[in-house]
């Protein structure tokens, strides 16, 4: 089965692309929301993470302590550099394992990440698809909808790898822009996933 890897910046619209897609039937592996509740439910991720920063990672009810460990790695890159070492392979196996359950008729499945490429998982797809907005639409849709300031935008921006870096590693470009139909080039890369 075709595996399509699917990532964008912050704000880009990639989650608003992919609902399109799963109205064409296609199932969609959501890594970001995967990777939050991994956190608490895969036991290898649970101790390498109380291993790393120390037994209040987890509160006694088996919750993730996410003050205690945003604490410690948004103001240091190692430490989080640490954190995405220990999550990047969880969400991988958790990838495998969504593959195996996932409805076989389907012609293709997304992956979709908001760090496909930053953790390299675009190379366990076949193709992958960046989904690019220009910067101020971006930072008005993630203010409009997290309640945040432009400057914590920014700083989230920041950490990701920027649409320039992205455009050298993706297969193929879809524009939300405003101005181009998100829904026909998503007809037209489906199109073209299906001959394949």
Known sequence: MLKIGITGGIGSGKTTVCK??????IPVFYADTVAKSI?????????GVKQAFGPSSYFEDGALNNRHIAGIVFSNPEELAKLNALVHPAVFRAFDHWLEAVDTDAPYVLKEAALLFESESYKMCDQSILVIAPHQ??????????????DQVTARMDKQFSDEQKLKLADFILYNNESQSVITQVMELHKQFLKH
Not at 20 to 25: D, H, I, N, P, R
Not at 39 to 47: N, Y
Not at 137 to 143: C, D, H, M, P, S
């Open 20 to 25: 399109v897609f799963e109205t064409l039937g």
């Open 39 to 47: 956190m608490v439910v895969d036991p290898l991720l649970i101790e």
């Open 137 to 150: 639409l971006k930072l008005e849709r993630v203010i409009a909808r997290d309640a945040v300031t432009a």
